[in-house]
């Protein structure tokens, strides 16, 4: 039974033709040479490569005519298109789709017509190879039909190969991330609105560091090996019949023919579980690659042929969302993705707020001494007010900008603001050390007490008026160059705390080796320490341990009167929090510090 030709195939038909701009290209050689052996193979006067437009014929190579092309509505290659075949017409005059034909009844008065498919690599036929003549030809039969299907087949080749290029991964032969833009642009194009849902799933492979040090060792040919072991599954997995896409390094893409549910998901715990299995490398290595799939909706209700490219974005995030999940794969989800995108919005607004002098400014907490209560410091906190988001919440903006480049550009205004404040109130008669918190990205840098150094000379300040914060992590990929630097620091007279202590890596060798001025233990022991137990105890280790080691310790996050209390009595040195005052600005704080010190004198 013959499936007929349908309006939505013709539509992906003409789409294919389109992409391989060749109707109004070059002639080419190859071409040319197919026509010639075909027209002297066959003894034909004609011999044509055809491509069959929305409106014309075009005649993409000729022999026997100087025409360049015919209207669509006159071509015999049209009927081998719907039909499928290779089509041979004995005699056109006797075949009621043709008698009327003009190129039949009116010169060149065609009789015989014989025409084979041109297909491109996804199996569209866009043309033909015809031989015709203006005799009939009772000794064209079925070996030389077979003839000319057999030409037909070496210029689809050579088409094929002509449209593969840059659409063929050559490491792997499998598809590229332009051939799958192009195959989801036309299903998209197919079914207009009224098909299934699809899922796009890409697969994200990681090589652990014993597949680095072996490519150190043997070279980069045991990755081929790694990646086409990592094909060979999927395609097991998948069917051999399934088309891959490589669209990344270590990452690979499938469309799925099935409905997002629970048949899905537990297809796709078997597959990530399958690609997880070790495999033995080409030198006897025992490897296990780590591998999770991110999955897209492919909607025709809702996604257009334009929206190929964000479809594989939302599969390539959901990949990124599976390596923080539990199952090895996770489905795009609009509101994880509209945070990240966020993310990249303030690191592109980032930098305009850093020129600009009305979104960036600090406030300060204060730094109560719980032997006297006196305020005898404060702590510099970044804020920002985003002109069109409103604020950002500070550790919204410090992780947006930790990992990049105006990391130092941020830390390095936060120290000139902050140092200018400070060196504005000891004009004023207020001589407060201020705080400044350091990323991860300063810790590295080597120049970083060269920065801080140039600050307080810039502003005429001596290095105690400054004290520097940072976290225990921050410091595990290079602990001696973080050492040097601190010492360097406490030469100079700056003091330094470790933040957050208690919920890092809490290594008491580093503790020793650092020998930081402060230890700060973090507000989550803090806040519930008039009610937590078990914290209490580890509070008051934390503070014998850290007088022992010789450190001072600063209790942040203190709220209410019986924490203060309890730290007093363990002997925490110093306390932050709202029990004392909320981070304000500079102004307030000048003014809060004088009110205290009337209080104390009252």
């Not at 090996?225 to 094909?231: D, N, R």
């Not at 309890?566 to 600005?585: H, K, M, N, T």
């Given at each position: 039974m013959t499936i007929p030709y349908t309006a939505a195939d013709e539509a992906e038909r003409l789409d294919a033709l389109y992409r391989l701009d060749l109707i109004h290209g070059p002639s080419d050689p190859a071409l040319d040479r197919a026509t010639t052996l075909a027209a002297r193979l066959f003894d034909m006067p004609i011999s044509l490569i055809t491509l069959v437009d929305r409106d014309r014929q075009w005649f993409k190579s000729r022999v026997g005519t100087t025409a360049h092309g015919t209207p669509r509505a006159h071509s015999f290659c049209l009927h081998a298109i719907e039909d499928n075949r290779l089509l041979v017409v004995p005699d056109l005059t006797a075949d009621m789709r043709f008698a009327n034909n003009p190129l039949v009844s009116e010169p060149p008065h065609i009789r015989f017509y014989a025409g084979a498919p041109i297909r491109t690599i996804d199996g569209h036929i866009v043309g033909t190879l015809c031989v015709m003549s203006d005799e009939l030809r009772p000794d064209f039969g079925h070996e030389q039909a077979r003839t000319l299907a057999d030409l037909a087949a070496l210029v689809s080749g050579w088409l094929r190969m002509r449209e593969s290029a840059g659409k063929m991964d050559p490491a792997t032969g499998i598809f590229t991330r332009q051939r799958l833009l192009e195959r989801l642009g036309t299903l998209l194009r197919r079914t207009r609105g009224t098909g299934p849902e699809r899922l796009l799933g890409v697969v994200d492979v990681a090589l652990h560091r014993q597949m680095h040090e072996l490519i150190q060792v043997l070279g980069h040919g045991h990755?081929?090996?790694?990646?086409?072991?990592?094909?060979?599954?999927?395609?097991?997995a998948l069917g051999r019949d399934q088309p891959l896409y490589r669209v990344g390094l270590f990452r690979f893409a499938v469309i799925l023919d099935e409905q997002p549910g629970e048949r899905t998901a537990a297809r796709l715990s078997d597959l990530v579980k399958?690609?997880?299995?070790?495999?033995?490398?080409?030198?006897g290595v025992l490897l296990a690659p780590d591998t999770v799939m991110g999955m897209a909706r492919i909607d025709p209700g809702t996604d257009r042929a334009g929206d190929a490219v964000e479809i594989l974005r939302r599969a390539s995030v959901a990949a990124d969302d599976a390596w923080e999940g539990e199952w090895g794969w996770a489905c795009y989800e609009p509101g994880r993705d509209e945070r990240r995108q966020r993310k990249i919005q303030l690191l592109a607004d980032l930098a305009t707020a850093l020129r600009a002098t009305d979104q960036l400014y600090l406030v300060y907490q204060p730094k109560i001494a719980t032997v006297d209560n006196r305020c005898i410091g404060v702590e510099a906190l970044l804020r920002w007010q985003h002109p069109r988001l409103g604020f950002i919440p500070p550790a919204e903006l410090i992780e947006a900008a930790e990992k990049t480049a105006l990391m130092r550009s941020l830390t390095d205004w936060v120290l000139d603001t902050a140092l200018a404040q400070s060196a504005a109130w000891r004009r004023r008669g207020l001589a407060l050390p201020v705080a400044v918190n350091l990323s991860a990205y300063d810790i590295a840098d080597e120049n970083m007490v060269e920065r801080i150094a140039q600050r307080l000379a810039f502003h005429s300040l001596a290095g105690d008026s400054l004290e520097v914060e940072f976290t225990e992590s921050m410091l595990i990929h290079d602990l001696d160059a973080a050492t040097r630097q601190l010492k360097q620091l406490h030469a100079m007279g700056v003091a330094t705390a470790i933040d957050d202590f208690g919920t890092g890596y809490c290594n008491l060798s580093y503790i020793q080796k650092l020998d930081a001025s402060k230890i700060k233990i973090d507000r989550q022991f803090v806040q519930t320490l008039d009610t937590d137990e078990r914290g209490q105890t580890l509070t008051r280790a934390i503070i014998r341990l850290a007088h022992d080691l010789g450190h001072s310790v600063v209790a942040e996050g203190v709220e209410n009167l019986a924490t203060l209390?309890?730290?007093?009595?363990?002997?925490?040195?110093?306390?932050?929090?709202?029990?004392?005052?909320?981070?304000?600005?500079?102004d307030a704080l000048f003014d809060w510090c004088r009110a205290r010190e009337a209080s104390a004198h009252d």
């Open positions: 990755a081929e090996s790694f990646i086409a072991e990592c094909i060979e599954r999927l395609a097991g399958t690609l997880r299995k070790p495999f033995e490398s080409d030198v209390e309890l730290l007093v009595e363990w002997g925490c040195d110093q306390a932050q929090g709202y029990l004392f005052s909320r981070p304000i600005r500079a």
